[in-house]
T-cell receptor
């Protein structure tokens, strides 16, 4: 699996958009970009994933650059409950061990009032 | 909604005890996983299974074993608990659709303390 690089921490004002960057310069053509978050003392929660095109769901938007070497997770109106560690993971959607998620250190997002 | 249920939220066991951590998922997912999470080390994969009675070692299997007798249940066993196995244990499941593995759903975790 390709490795990812994320800033260790970020702050965001409540109500503003939170833009979380991720670099994945060695991503392969068949690897997806996944985002998860982990709120303190809970299990990680799936947010969104994409391959090439930008994606949006009820939680967030995912913007992937044309060369696929980086992406940005956007929380359009951050709330205090969005304070969490956000993980960017790239992997191919294979079955078996090739499809395992490998978690890095993530970005600790602090949403402040 | 997919639910992954871990039997205990908090557990305290003595050194040398045999410990069973149970995980059940209700959406017929093929893949199931056990991770542990420690401060500064992140989530590390212990074991995984992509079918009944199938198991594969993850990155840190030493001191652990697993059992998957039924598709919905994946048990993690600490054969002889030690203090360095004090950790948060997280179970996850994911489906395989047309040969491809998709996003994981995690349980709430079991915080195990070995004294």
């Amino acid at each position: 699996d390709a490795k990812t690089t994320q800033p260790p921490s970020m702050d965001c004002a409540e109500g503003r958009a939170a833009n979380l960057p991720c670099n994945h310069s060695t991503i392969s053509g068949n690897e997806y970009v996944y985002w998860y978050r982990q709120i303190h003392s809970q299990g990680p929660q799936y947010i969104i994933h994409g391959l090439k095109n930008n994606e949006t769901n009820e939680m967030a938007s995912l913007i992937i650059t044309e060369d696929r070497k980086s992406s940005t997770l956007i929380l359009p109106h951050a709330t205090l409950r969005d304070t969490a560690v956000y993980y960017c993971i790239v992997r191919a959607n294979y079955g078996g061990s090739q499809g395992n998620l490998i978690f890095g250190k993530g970005t600790k997002l602090s949403v402040k009032p | 909604d997919v639910k992954v249920t871990q039997s205990s939220r908090y557990l305290v066991k003595r050194t040398g005890e045999k410990v069973f951590l149970e995980c059940v998922q209700d959406m017929d997912h093929e893949n199931m996983f056990w991770y542990r999470q420690d401060p500064g080390l992140g989530l590390r994969l212990i074991y995984f299974s992509y079918d009944v009675k199938m198991k594969e070692k993850g990155d840190i299997p030493e001191g652990y074993s697993v059992s998957r007798e039924k598709k919905e249940r994946f048990s993690l066993i600490l054969e002889s608990a030690s203090t360095n196995q004090t950790s948060m244990y997280l179970c996850a499941s994911s489906p395989i659709i047309q040969g491809q593995s998709y996003g994981y759903t995690f349980g709430s975790g079991t915080r195990l303390t070995v004294v």
